[in-house]
């Protein structure tokens, strides 16, 4: 008897600046087996405002199993460089490398990680006090400021993220210039033909 395929949920997202869409962000959740999960979440943004310029191609793929971490790579590319993460357990420990655009670290960490930025993108963050960044290697605090609304903040910089229905509808990321604004976009009516 053969099994039926095993469910993909996928999440698209517009990213504006200033009123301007100016990128797109997908966030998907493969099931590969009834233990294993595959999340990705794909970013890609082209601004230009007069002098200003920014390019960011943004990936993040997220191996878990039995709801722990196993590996997690971002690749970054921008007009800035080109920049990496890695968080890979290690039987009783993970490694982490992360090379990013002004922020660099290595470490390690004994402790299961069993929740990231990007499980966010999949349903509220109820009773969870952390995100561990992927991008960072490190962990965001998270704080419910309101029904639906969370607060995301490492080391000075602040998210913003907005559930309707337990499902993510928005996220203001916080910038000195300008705040990013990442905001669901509706699927398509499904057709009764």
């Given amino acids: 008897m053969a099994q039926s395929p095993l469910p993909t949920e996928v999440h698209r997202y517009s990213i504006e600046v200033a009123g301007l869409r100016v990128g797109t962000m997908t966030a998907t959740r493969q099931a590969l087996s009834t233990s294993n999960v595959r999340y990705s979440l794909v970013s890609d943004v082209q601004v230009n405002f007069l002098v200003y310029h920014l390019k960011v191609y943004y990936k993040v793929i997220n191996q878990v199993q039995n709801g722990q ?8 590319h921008t ?36 929740y990231t930025v990007t499980d966010m993108f999949f349903g509220e ?6 995100a561990y960044g992927e991008y960072f290697g490190d962990y965001f605090q998270v704080q419910n400021i309101a029904p639906g609304h969370y607060q995301a ?11 309707k229905n337990g499902q993510l509808v ?5 910038n000195p210039l300008k705040n990013f604004i990442i905001r669901q976009i509706p699927p398509p009516p499904v057709s009764n033909r």
């Avoid at 971490?69 to 970054?76: C, H, I, Q, R």
């Avoid at 963050?125 to 952390?130: E, K, L, R, S």
């Avoid at 928005?170 to 916080?174: H, N, Q, R, V």
Wanted: aromatic share 10%; proline share 5%; charged share 30%.
């Fill in 79 to 114: 007009n800035q460089g080109n920049f990496t993460s890695r968080t890979e357990w290690k039987k009783d420990h993970y490694d982490i490398v992360a090379d990013q655009y002004k922020h660099h670290y290595r470490g390690t960490e004994v402790r299961p990680i069993r």
């Fill in 153 to 163: 903040e490492r080391n000075g910089r602040e998210d913003e993220y907005h559930y």
């Fill in 170 to 174: 928005s996220i203001i990321k916080k």
């Fill in 125 to 130: 963050p109820q009773g969870q006090p952390q």
């Fill in 69 to 76: 971490l196993l590996l997690s790579t971002v690749e970054a």
